[in-house]
């Protein structure tokens, strides 16, 4: 069950990420420069989850304890 959860996590990190940089191109051509500082904070923080997840997932699938 943890597993199939990091794979909600990651999948839904991504998803926000590609949500991200179409507001984040918006923002830039439409000379919001302010937004743009905001969504691309917002898609790192989401990039950080997305990769814990990864390593998380991996340590459960790769661990000798079956």
Request: glycine share 4%; with cysteine.
């Amino acid at each position: 069950m943890a597993k199939k959860m990091c794979w909600v996590i990651i999948l839904v990190t991504l998803a926000v990420n590609v949500v991200m940089l179409h507001f984040t191109i918006e923002a830039y051509f439409g000379l919001e420069y302010n937004h743009v500082f905001g969504n691309t904070i917002f898609a790192l923080i989401s990039s950080i989850i997305a990769l814990i997840s990864y390593f998380y997932w991996r340590r459960l699938e790769y661990s000798n304890e079956k």
